[in-house]
């Protein structure tokens, strides 16, 4: 299933939004409402969007569970008070999760709100510390096969995905009110026990669990050989307290990277863009030529691991990520019908390349390495957070790209002096932003020259 953009043309293959899997059937057909609310979040949350069969055409009228046939379709975004300059199809689109502002109070139909889903026991608020042994308590095994040996707990938000968490005050939707810093994203809210081979493709971005016949249902999003055949449609009872905001953020962080190729197709892209004004964040619309959509888009750098030791949520640390080999195709040919997680019997056989996806590592090479990457100092930590903050700022504000963070890194690496237009600060105030006013700049040595730096004048 393939999905345009009535605001741009179709010449030479350039303006495909996004396209599906059409694995609902072995005709090809695949469930309505999980492209329209996929297209809806590309769109900045248009829940008022809809999809046409030609350009120009009707409003499909199909209910969210029909099944909506492979083909070409079109998701239009109707006029708001607003109007749009120029074309006033070309809507804008979010280029990157990052930029992807979360629909507080407003979720879309049909997708369940914690304050109205059935009540059950709970069990205390653990300690940040606790929260994979919590998980798994709750949860009892796999959510999804039902399996309850070596489970890991995998969050929905991602763990590096905490600016972002911040930004968007995704903290009220937690349980637990107290955490903090690097453990912002360690609630129970935020997490599920998932076996480790479908917590590595979850991580993957392999598969989603969305809405169907009002029910939450695993749906994958690429082909596989063995988990998509087995797992796709499964009806998983999720316990209460799992947010189904997060359930809706873990979707969009899965969705927004497959529009990458849309965006870089250009020349000219409307997109949103998250800036900052006054005491919040608010999206803004602006069309962008290829070379400014580029480092936008591009995907930052992931920052330094307080904690490793194997994948996010798995014993014995609670941080960190392996790398993942890559996804191999299957034959197409998913199930078609919704079945219950508790009642499917499966069994997991070693693969060939299980050495390559949990490479054998030593416990001293692993403490050695922890104790590597940990900051050093409390105040260290602290200007790391910083630092992570105001990077995430110049991706989102093309203002602040006037700075070469890398080459500022570099000389600071090396002991050597800031840039004397900037006072002897190593960026420009914009880039630095407001946080780092107040701080000690180092001392800016009049007599001594770089090379390729700034000549004493």
Known sequence: IFVRHPGYSDA??????????????????????????????????????????????????LDYDALLPKGIYYFYVP???SPREGDPERY????????????????????????????????????????TAYVKQRDQGCQISGDRDQIERAHLCPRHEDVW??????????????????????DGTNGLALRPDLHTEFDDAGFIF???????????????YNL????????????????????????????????????????????????????????VAQELGIEALTKVTQPPKKPRKIQTGGREGAEPTNGGETGRVNDRPRDPG??????????????????????????????????????????ATWEEYLSEIKVRVLKDRRVRDPALLCCDYDEAEARIAQG??????????????????????????????????????????
């Open 12 to 61: 030479g293959g350039k303006n495909e939004l996004l396209n599906f899997l059409a694995n609902d059937s072995p005709d090809g057909g695949l469930h309505y409402g999980t492209v329209w609310l996929s297209c809806a979040i590309i769109a900045g949350n248009a829940w008022n969007g809809y999809l046409t069969n030609i350009r120009g055409g009707h409003r499909l009228t």
């Open 79 to 81: 006029l708001t008070d």
């Open 92 to 131: 804008p689109i979010v280029p990157t999760f990052e930029h992807w502002p979360f629909p507080h109070d407003d979720l879309p139909p049909g997708w369940l709100p914690r304050s109205n889903a059935p009540a059950g026991e709970r069990l205390p608020i653990p300690a940040a510390s606790k929260m």
């Open 165 to 186: 968490f911040r930004a968007n005050n995704m903290r009220r939707y937690n349980r637990n009110q107290n955490l903090v810093l690097a453990y912002l994203l360690d």
């Open 210 to 224: 969305t809405r169907k016949q009002q029910q939450w249902v695993v749906h994958f999003l690429r082909e596989t």
């Open 228 to 283: 998509g055949p087995t797992y796709h449609n499964t009806v998983v009872e999720l316990k209460e307290e799992i947010s189904p905001e997060f359930l809706l953020v873990r979707m969009a962080w899965a969705i927004l990277p497959r529009v990458r190729t849309f965006v870089d197709s250009g020349p000219k892209r409307t997109v949103l863009l998250r800036a900052p004004a006054d005491d919040e964040e608010i999206s």
């Open 334 to 375: 998913f199930a078609t019908d919704l079945v219950s997680s508790t009642s499917r019997e499966t069994s997991i056989s070693c693969s060939p390349d299980s050495k390559e996806r949990f490479p054998e590592t030593s416990a001293e090479a692993d403490l050695e390495q922890q104790k590597a990457q940990q900051p």
């Open 416 to 457: 050597l002096p800031g840039k004397r237009k900037h006072g002897g600060a190593y960026l420009c105030m914009a880039c630095l932003g407001d946080e780092y006013l107040d701080e000690d700049l180092p001392p800016f040595d009049n007599d001594k020259v770089i090379d390729g730096g700034d000549q004493p004048m």
